[in-house]
């Protein structure tokens, strides 16, 4: 079983910066692609950024430029920096992550609770 673990959210006004982090433990051999998805009220959720174990990264559209997605291999910890944020940046901020417990098993998707972050105007 993986446990992803999300810190960082909060209150923000238009323009300020914010920085998520998700730690992810549990049974876990390696780690193939982590990213951040986010669900604002009565939309569906969305992919923000993710990135690939050898460090590749993809961006939504609305977010490039703004955010910038990295990770720490060693500890099993993925980052989301978001500067210049606005009020439609809004949402519940969900990590997401495959892992696979040993060499011989597929990769499975884990998700985070999700980490509230608001932005006022």
């Known amino acids: 079983q993986v446990q992803l673990v999300e810190s960082g959210g909060g209150l923000v006004q238009a323009g300020g910066p914010l920085r998520l982090s998700c730690a992810a433990s549990g049974s876990i051999f390696s780690i193939n692609t982590m990213g951040w998805h986010r669900q604002a009220p009565g939309k569906q959720r969305e992919l923000v950024a993710a990135?690939?174990?050898?460090?590749?990264?993809n961006y939504a559209d609305s977010v490039k430029g703004r955010f910038t997605i990295t990770r720490d291999n060693a500890k099993n910890t993925v980052y989301l920096q978001m500067n210049s944020l606005k009020p439609e940046d809004t949402a519940v901020y969900y990590c997401?992550?495959?892992?696979?417990?040993?060499?011989?098993?597929?990769?499975?998707?884990?998700w985070g609770q999700g980490t509230q972050v608001t932005v006022s105007s």
């Open positions: 990135i690939t174990s050898g460090g590749n990264t």
């Open positions: 997401g992550a495959t892992t696979r417990p040993n060499l011989y098993s597929d990769y499975a998707l884990s």
